[in-house]
């Protein structure tokens, strides 16, 4: 593994406990959430396809009270009558 350089990170204690819940919801710690979020960030400044997408989880997807997430019926052309 090659060495990781270090840097002092100054932010406001809102956005530091905003990061730290983000990270606790997606089973990293601050530091690896944070990493992993530059990491996107330059991933898509890059252009680059996401190759590796995080789960879905109905939290993220706004279905309330932790219940499944349902992905939407897709239209097949019919009208209202199913014709």
Do not use: F
Request: glycine share 8%; charged share 35%; aromatic share 4%.
């Amino acid at each position: 593994m090659a060495d990781k350089k270090k840097i002092l990170l100054r932010i406001s204690p809102e956005l530091w406990e905003h990061l730290n819940r983000w990270a606790a919801d997606d089973l990293r710690s601050l530091n690896a959430q944070i990493e992993y979020l530059l990491r996107e960030a330059v991933r898509r400044r890059r252009g680059e396809r996401d190759t590796n997408p995080p789960p879905r989880t109905a939290e993220r997807d706004g279905a309330p009270g932790g219940q499944e997430a349902v992905e939407p019926e897709q239209d097949q052309g019919q009208g209202e009558n199913g014709v």
